[in-house]
């Protein structure tokens, strides 16, 4: 089970009201008690912080708010020691606009070498208008005008996501051998894998043609089809060239991607044997609560998996995703990709039991499981946020209609029953603010409490390390609306997403509950089982 550190709502050590590098390693032993096999921590680069770190203006150093190179190498030795790996995070579709190489591109005459690292075109109507219809990530069109050194508006530059997210043009051979070096100093330094960020954007259609997206279209990648800006073919080349770095590397170096994709069997072409070993399962964390849905997504994985011999992977939030403890208690309970939901009423209470049985279900899964920090604390999004506090670029690219990603990336409470709850030492505010009532769901609260969300996670953690390995899943029958199967001898899983109990009589000795007694199975709850 890999655990994501978004580091910057992870653990304070300096006192500045955001997490770090020397608070993460604070706080290993934790991660390490609670049954993680790896980190994937999210990007500590240099970065003007546009878009919380995934705008990075140096890729071989720590920004000092998040520590230094020596801060990291006592975290990978710290983390080794412990059994942790470590992963991290690799944004190379798009650098900062405060990279060197962007500033120097700036500076450069249009058609430059300097220039060709980046998408730089001419607009089109005389060059008023962006050269194609292609759109942000984040709202808006993808292109952005700049002032050539005379001052007059000039060439139009790339960005699928935020302004400060100019694209690199992966076609240039410039880009590639500098992503080399970088892939090489990190593995160099001893980490063991590496997260590779909005991987389908990293190549495009030559030629930059229209999408022929919508006036008002979003970025609903998972439904594009031949695209020319996402999921281009050319993109895995790219994932064969780190493959082929990676693999000289003693021990294994893992890859995984970042892939937002259309459908499973485009998604396993990012895992073919020489590209990357896994990829997040984004198709799992979009499900809603409904038993149909969930066993064809578990089933399409599987089938689309197997013939390239990839692990799958399960993941139900992130830092990008309305956590899914409020998104389980909403009616409409599947998520919208980095879709930025408004804030629909949610029954927490619900949401929670479902999440606690989600939790089972995902951890007796063939495969990878992918866990969110705080998840296994039950945090719900917070959804109150001033919109003076608001930090996603998404919050003003929107033109203030989408809140953004902030309320999943509310800094995590360790103990204590005030903020900050031991995030930062007292008297410090986190970076964002984190909800008074936090205080029954602090570390330290449930840390002992054997019917805590914690202690399911710690529970469910060690038993799927003592019982579970490679058996294959095998569905059994207890009606349309529960999930069950077998796990080979291992572990029998059963998940009730009907409204009325499901008996559990003659299924074997309950091992774990996700709540409830054990006999019958309460509606939204989960057991794992001996057979
Ligand atoms: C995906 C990251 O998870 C997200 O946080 C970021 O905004 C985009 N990629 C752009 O780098």
């Known amino acids: 089970m890999v655990y994501e ?21 604070s706080r290993l032993a934790y991660l390490a008690d609670l049954g993680v096999d790896a980190l994937w921590v999210t990007p500590w680069y240099p970065s003007p912080m546009a878009d919380g770190g995934y705008d990075v203006s140096e890729y071989r150093d720590v920004d000092p708010r998040f520590g230094t190179l020596d801060d990291v190498d006592a975290l990978l030795a710290d983390a080794h020691a412990l059994g942790l790996r470590l992963v991290v995070d690799l944004v190379a579709n798009h650098t900062s606009s405060e990279h060197p ?11 430059s070498r300097e220039r060709t690292r980046y998408f730089f075109r001419d607009g089109r109507a005389g060059g008023e208008e962006p050269p194609n219809d292609w759109i942000s990530a984040f709202g808006g069109p993808a292109w952005t005008r700049v002032r050539e050194l005379d001052g007059r508006p000039g060439q139009w530059y790339l960005h699928l996501f935020a302004p400060e997210q100019p694209d690199l043009d992966w076609d240039s051979p410039d ?4 992503f080399d070096g970088i892939v090489r100093f990190w593995l160099d330094r001893g980490v ?8 389908p954007a990293m190549a495009k259609v030559p030629d930059l043609p229209d999408a022929g997206h919508p006036p008002d279209a979003t970025f609903a990648s998972s439904e594009w089809v031949d695209n020319p800006h996402w999921d281009v073919d050319a993109v895995h080349e790219v994932f064969r060239r780190w493959r082929r770095i990676g693999d000289t590397y003693d021990g294994e170096r893992l890859f995984v991607s970042e892939a937002v994709v259309n459908g499973p069997e485009r998604l396993a072409r990012y895992v073919r044997p020489d590209e990357l070993h896994t990829t997040f399962n984004f198709d799992y964390l979009k499900a809603p609560w409904d038993a149909r849905a969930l066993r064809a997504v578990v089933e399409g994985t599987l089938a689309a998996l197997a013939p390239v011999g990839a692990p799958a992977t399960w993941v139900l939030s992130s830092h990008d995703e309305t956590r899914h403890v409020t998104r389980f208690g909403r009616a409409d309970s599947g998520a919208a990709v980095m879709g930025f939901d408004a804030a629909a009423p949610a029954d927490l209470a619900l949401g929670l039991r479902r999440a606690r049985a989600a939790a089972l279900l995902t951890l007796a899964l063939p495969g990878g499981a992918y866990l969110y920090q705080g998840e296994e604390l039950g945090l719900p999004e917070v959804e109150d946020l001033p919109e003076e506090a608001l930090q996603d670029p998404t919050w003003e690219r929107s033109g203030h209609t989408a809140r953004g990603r902030d309320g999943c990336r509310v800094p995590l409470p360790w103990s204590g029953d005030r903020p900050p709850f031991g995030f930062a030492p007292d008297g410090v505010s986190p970076w964002l603010p984190q909800p008074a009532s936090w205080r029954s ?3 330290q609260a449930q840390r002992d409490d054997p019917s805590s969300t914690l202690s399911l996670y710690r529970d469910a953690l060690r038993l799927r390390r003592q019982l579970l390995g490679e058996e294959p899943l095998t569905w059994l029958d207890l009606g349309e609306d529960v999930l069950a199967f077998d796990r080979g001898s291992a572990l029998r899983c059963v998940v009730n997403l009907s409204a009325r109990p499901v008996p559990l009589t003659g299924l074997g000795t309950v091992l774990l509950t996700s709540g409830g007694a054990a006999a019958d199975l309460p509606p939204d709850t989960a057991a794992w089982l001996a057979p």
């Open 5 to 25: 550190v978004y580091l910057r709502s992870f653990a304070d050590g300096t006192g500045d009201g955001l997490g770090d590098v020397p608070g993460l390693r």
């Open 101 to 111: 190489w962007f500033r120097a591109a700036l500076a450069a005459a249009p058609g």
């Open 175 to 178: 880009v590639q051998e500098e």
């Open 192 to 199: 063991d894998g590496i997260r590779v960020d909005a991987a």
């Open 441 to 443: 769901l602090t570390a």
